[in-house]
Protein backbone atom coordinates (compact mmCIF):
# COMPACT_ATOMS: atom_id res chain seq x y z
CA UNK A 1 0.00 0.00 0.00
CA UNK A 2 1.60 3.46 -1.05
CA UNK A 3 1.74 6.24 1.75
CA UNK A 4 1.37 9.89 0.83
CA UNK A 5 1.46 12.82 3.14
CA UNK A 6 -1.65 15.08 4.25
CA UNK A 7 -0.39 18.70 4.04
CA UNK A 8 -4.06 20.60 4.51
CA UNK A 9 -7.76 20.67 3.46
CA UNK A 10 -9.24 23.71 2.15
CA UNK A 11 -13.03 24.42 1.68
CA UNK A 12 -11.86 26.32 -1.70
CA UNK A 13 -10.53 24.86 -4.88
CA UNK A 14 -8.45 28.10 -4.97
CA UNK A 15 -7.00 28.31 -1.63
CA UNK A 16 -5.89 24.55 -2.14
CA UNK A 17 -3.96 25.23 -5.45
CA UNK A 18 -2.45 28.52 -3.78
CA UNK A 19 -0.77 25.73 -1.44
CA UNK A 20 -0.14 23.54 -3.55
CA UNK A 21 1.70 25.67 -6.26
CA UNK A 22 3.59 27.21 -2.62
CA UNK A 23 4.47 23.67 -2.24
CA UNK A 24 5.36 22.96 -5.37
CA UNK A 25 7.40 25.68 -6.19
CA UNK A 26 9.74 24.24 -3.05
CA UNK A 27 10.35 21.15 -5.23
CA UNK A 28 7.58 18.50 -3.22
CA UNK A 29 5.71 16.49 -5.91
CA UNK A 30 2.26 18.26 -4.09
CA UNK A 31 -1.45 17.33 -6.34
CA UNK A 32 -4.74 18.17 -4.91
CA UNK A 33 -7.83 15.77 -4.51
CA UNK A 34 -11.62 16.74 -3.51
CA UNK A 35 -13.28 14.63 -1.14
CA UNK A 36 -16.53 14.70 0.18
CA UNK A 37 -16.60 15.55 4.17
CA UNK A 38 -19.95 14.13 5.44
CA UNK A 39 -19.32 16.15 9.04
CA UNK A 40 -19.39 19.59 6.64
CA UNK A 41 -21.82 18.13 4.01
CA UNK A 42 -19.56 19.66 1.75
CA UNK A 43 -16.78 18.94 -0.87
CA UNK A 44 -13.18 19.89 0.33
CA UNK A 45 -9.53 20.06 -1.35
CA UNK A 46 -6.83 17.77 0.14
CA UNK A 47 -3.23 19.30 -0.51
CA UNK A 48 -1.28 16.07 -0.56
CA UNK A 49 2.42 15.19 -1.11
CA UNK A 50 3.49 12.00 -3.63
CA UNK A 51 3.26 8.63 -3.54
CA UNK A 52 5.91 6.82 -1.61
CA UNK A 53 6.30 3.07 -1.31
CA UNK A 54 7.07 2.72 2.34
CA UNK A 55 6.59 4.77 5.68
CA UNK A 56 10.52 5.44 6.01
CA UNK A 57 10.52 7.66 3.04
CA UNK A 58 7.23 9.64 3.48
CA UNK A 59 8.45 10.20 7.29
CA UNK A 60 11.62 11.44 6.30
CA UNK A 61 10.00 14.09 3.27
CA UNK A 62 7.14 14.68 6.03
CA UNK A 63 9.56 15.91 8.46
CA UNK A 64 11.08 18.10 5.51
CA UNK A 65 7.85 19.83 4.74
CA UNK A 66 7.06 20.33 8.47
CA UNK A 67 10.12 22.45 9.06
CA UNK A 68 9.55 24.26 6.09
CA UNK A 69 5.69 24.75 7.19
CA UNK A 70 6.27 24.89 11.24
CA UNK A 71 2.98 22.45 11.45
CA UNK A 72 2.35 18.86 11.71
CA UNK A 73 1.31 16.64 9.08
CA UNK A 74 0.04 13.36 8.86
CA UNK A 75 1.03 10.13 6.77
CA UNK A 76 -2.07 8.34 4.68
CA UNK A 77 -2.21 4.89 3.34
CA UNK A 78 -3.58 5.10 -0.14
CA UNK A 79 -6.93 3.53 -0.41
CA UNK A 80 -6.66 1.86 -4.33
CA UNK A 81 -10.04 2.38 -5.60
Known sequence: TP???Q???WPS???AKREQ???TKHGFD???QRVFVDKKDA???RVRIGSFSNSKKAKE???EIE??????LWIDKVDSD
Open 30 to 32: AYT
Open 61 to 63: VKH
Open 43 to 45: YWW
Open 3 to 5: FTI
Open 7 to 9: VSA
Open 67 to 72: SLLGHA
Open 13 to 15: LEE
Open 21 to 23: LSL
